[in-house]
């Protein structure tokens, strides 16, 4: 009678999982939000998609690996890419942006340290696509976020609108360059804030590119590889940092101890900022309540 009662769902869903009927388990699992059960339910799922289909994965993985093979040989004797190349060389001379955008976050990855120093003297990156790249960055983690599969906490649940997930994702981001920048300019650093702001938006280009990848690997994994899912995760999110932390060294010419102090300063600048920001609203909420007290007061005294 009732569609949202757990006990229903769950009592319904285990039978159905019992009498092998994967698929409609696993509607019942979700409804409930029951991320175990629905994962175990995949998991018997996926396996009997593999055994009916093993053959064709393994005819098709040797297939490409045979055609990668064949196109390598034929590549060592005519570049069949050199057009190609040349094309997209013409295009970025026409249109700039799109090394910008593609070639240079490519060689920050590679080489974070050189990638600072090229963005420093301005040989690489340019003040535009570094925004474009704090967009991206916000997109991927909102549509990430959205995409991951239910087992892994996918979607937008209550208590975790768009709008509150934006909010405490953009406020921090911002708090912290303006916050790196500010302290790094009564503590002897070289950069400026265009430069910090343009080096730490290119050094969110391993989030941008691996991120989406990941979201696609959670709907392939179950909670058995969820140690396998949280590794990747630490591996794009911990080189992410480090580009970070190579980008506030590199653009303020710090040693690695005085990049750390000026971290740690940054957090605490970040966390009395969100402290203030709080206080000065409710005292504005205060202040507001007491004028409207003021106004009525006054209306009844006047017209009453």
Request: net charge positive; hydrophobic share 50%; with cysteine.
């Amino acid at each position: 009678m009732n569609p949202a009662t757990y006990m229903a769902h769950e009592g319904v869903a285990s039978a159905l999982f019992q009498l092998g009927r994967y698929q409609e388990a696993a509607a019942h699992a979700r409804v409930i939000s029951d991320r175990s059960l629905y994962s175990a339910c995949f998991w018997e799922l996926r396996s009997s998609w593999l055994s009916a289909n093993i053959q064709s994965i393994v005819a098709v993985c040797f297939g490409l690996l045979l055609a990668l093979i064949v196109l390598h040989q034929v590549r060592r004797k005519h570049d069949f890419l050199l057009p190609l190349k040349q094309s997209w060389a013409a295009s970025k001379r026409k249109h700039p942006m799109l090394g910008r955008l593609i070639d240079d976050p490519l060689y920050q990855i590679r080489h974070p340290i050189d990638g600072v120093y090229y963005l420093k003297i301005r040989q690489r990156g340019s003040f535009g696509a570094a925004v474009v790249l704090y967009c991206l960055a916000f997109a991927v983690y909102m549509l990430c976020r959205a995409g991951t599969s239910f087992v892994f906490g996918g979607g937008f649940w209550i208590y975790s609108s768009p709008v509150a997930v934006s909010l405490i994702v953009l406020v921090p981001a911002a708090l912290f360059v303006v916050g790196s920048y500010l302290i790094s300019s009564i503590n002897d650093g070289e950069g400026t804030l265009r430069q910090s702001f343009i080096a730490i938006g290119y050094s969110l280009s391993p989030f941008i590119l691996f991120w989406p990848v990941l979201a696609g690997l959670s709907w392939l994994f179950t909670y058995a590889e969820l140690f396998q899912y949280q590794a990747l995760q630490t591996l794009v999110l911990g080189y992410t940092g480090i580009m970070v932390f190579l980008a506030v060294k590199e653009t303020h010419a710090y040693t690695p101890k005085k990049t750390v102090a000026n971290l740690l300063l940054t957090l605490a600048f970040m966390v009395i900022a969100v402290l203030a920001a709080i206080v000065l609203y409710i005292l504005w909420q205060q202040l507001g309540r007491f004028v409207l007290q003021i106004l009525e007061e006054v209306k009844y005294r006047v017209f009453s």
